[in-house]
């Protein structure tokens, strides 16, 4: 059983930043895929920003040049840095990482983690 564990959350002002972390544990062989996602009240899931075990990444339009995802291999975690965040970035953070485990692969979600811009 694969477990991932978030945080980083919390509430901050308009123009300041936050570091979001997950990291997944269990019998994992290996990681393929990480990603973080976001949820606003009212609104749909989407993708804030993914990368792949080779370092390739993809963002969403709205946070493009605002945040960072990066990873590290070593400890199975995968951080978001967040600078100069919005209101409109207020919203729920779930991690979602692809894993290969001896039952094949699979994607597991966080727990969600709550970031709140506002002053």
């Known amino acids: 059983q694969v477990q991932l564990v978030e945080s980083g959350g919390g509430l901050v002002q308009p123009g300041g930043s936050l570091r979001l972390s997950c990291t997944a544990s269990?019998?994992?062989?290996?990681?393929?895929?990480t990603g973080w996602y976001r949820q606003a009240p009212g609104k749909q899931r989407e993708l804030v920003a993914r990368?792949?075990?080779?370092?390739?990444?993809d963002y969403g339009d709205s946070v493009k040049g605002r945040l960072t995802i990066s990873r590290d291999n070593s400890k199975n975690t995968v951080n978001l840095q967040m600078n100069s965040l919005k209101p409109e970035d207020t919203a729920v953070y779930y991690c979602?990482?692809?894993?290969?485990?001896?039952?094949?692969?699979?994607?597991?979600w966080g727990q969600g983690t709550q970031v709140t811009v506002s002053s």
């Open positions: 990368i792949t075990s080779g370092g390739s990444t």
């Open positions: 979602n990482v692809g894993v290969v485990t001896s039952k094949g692969e699979d994607v597991y």
């Open positions: 269990g019998s994992i062989f290996s990681i393929y895929a």
